[in-house]
């Protein structure tokens, strides 16, 4: 399992130096700065390449770019509205210029709209850390009280819509602004940062698109981007949605193993693979993390490995971003059953058995809580993720393991 490390370039708060003490194997990053539907011009990529090569005393820092998370697909290719035909040829540009950089894994999404979305950004838990969380009531108050969107309180169960009211009720106008903020203006790693304006605009865009047809223009884009990718020997991995069940009542289609298994065998390549967020796919209790691992493992290219913990057993419910080996994942089981999938790979001779992983998101812990780095991707944090995680795979991937576990 390669640990990687997503770094959000120059203006990121965590530092190439702060990786190599976190001992980062390699980087996942993307060109933030290219509005979504813009080719990656080669200049712009190979910039990237040599600040992730660099130290801050400019020496050479033995890091390189190995992952590009998020290469977005726009919002006019999952509609099939405006520009949608120039967008696949740009991407398709983006493939076969960071191909010619020598990159081959690329991470993107499809969900409408919204990228991953949370309520509260800094949510204290017992130990003084915080993290980050997706309170179901609030999400609604926000849809139902700031957005106004009609007939949001229909997409609700009564209940929520009740707790949803009391939330509202008891917010004063800056707690309301935080909401909507949290909710719409763009987290990290999004295409875009939105006003309340905006989203509205957006989602009379979707009217009448609905779960089925949206899957429809998803299977049309791998159709034509696949095909190019293969050639490439490149990779494509498809984030799940964050959270993974429909929000503002657009459909959301990348949720679960049956979403994931439609879109892998819709068109069956290696370069059409799955990135699995085990945070993202662990707020619904539904997901079997072990299980999708074991039966779609060859598909996978990437991983995201954080925990989190439900606050209900409801699907859609709450949550919050739980320490790595803390939540209701069972990180070791993961963890064996990715080990299990490299040794598969190794066997069949796959040159791709080393599959990269990033400790994603952390808490934010001692000094973090001063440095205000990207919500959801502090340091110490994270690098505490980090160390959990190869301390575990250290354990596991020990030729004596079992024995030393049998010995009396
Ligand atoms: C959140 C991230 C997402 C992810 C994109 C992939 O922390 O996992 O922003 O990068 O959804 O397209």
């Given at each position: 399992m390669r640990q990687t490390w997503r770094w959000f370039g120059?203006?990121?708060?965590?530092?190439v130096d702060d990786m190599l003490e976190a001992g980062v194997e390699g980087v996942v990053s993307a060109l933030h700065h290219v509005p979504t539907g813009i080719a990656w011009e080669p200049a712009e990529i190979e910039k990237r390449k040599s600040e992730i090569a660099m130290r801050k005393d400019g020496s050479p820092s033995g890091l390189l770019w190995e992952v590009v998370e998020s290469l977005p697909v726009s919002e006019d290719i999952k509609k099939q509205k405006g520009d949608w035909r120039a967008h696949y040829e740009a991407y398709k540009t983006s493939l076969r210029n960071l191909a010619d950089a020598g990159l081959a894994t690329v991470c993107y999404n499809f969900m409408p709209v919204l990228d991953w979305t949370r309520t509260h950004l800094n949510w204290r838990v017992e130990s003084g850390a915080t993290c980050m969380r997706f309170d179901y009531p609030a999400f609604a108050a926000f849809d139902i009280h700031i957005l106004n969107r009609a007939g949001a309180a229909q997409d609700y169960p009564e209940e929520i819509v009740d707790a949803a009211k009391a939330a509202f009720a008891a917010m004063d106008e800056a707690e309301q602004e935080a909401l909507a903020k949290n909710v719409v203006f763009g987290l990290p790693g999004t295409a875009d940062s939105h006003s309340l304006e905006d989203v509205r605009r957006h989602l009379a865009e979707y009217d009448g698109i609905s779960h089925d047809r949206l899957r429809a223009n998803f299977v049309d884009f791998l159709t034509e981007i696949v095909p190019v990718a293969e050639e490439l020997g490149m990779r494509l991995c498809c984030h799940p949605d964050d959270p993974p069940f429909g929000l503002l009542g657009l459909p959301r289609i990348m949720s679960t193993e049956e979403d994931y298994r439609h879109i892998t065998e819709a068109v069956n390549s290696p370069a059409n693979g799955i990135t699995i967020c085990t945070g993202s796919l662990g707020s619904r209790p539904d997901n079997d993390l072990q299980d999708m691992i074991d039966r779609l493992g060859d598909k996978v290219h990437l991983l995201h490995l954080r925990n989190v913990k439900r606050e209900t057993d409801r699907c859609p419910g709450s949550f919050y971003e739980a320490e790595h080996l803390g939540g209701d994942t069972d990180m070791v089981a993961v963890i064996a059953a990715v080990l299990r999938e490299e040794a598969h790979r190794k066997e069949a001779g796959r040159a791709d058995w080393n599959i990269p992983f990033r400790p994603d998101h952390g808490q934010n812990i001692l000094d973090d809580h001063g440095r205000n780095a990207q919500p959801g991707y502090p340091a110490i944090g994270r690098l505490k993720g980090l160390a959990e995680l190869r301390g575990i795979i250290t354990a596991l991937s020990h030729p004596d393991a079992r024995q030393m576990l049998g010995r009396a």
């Open positions: 120059p203006r990121d708060l965590v530092t």
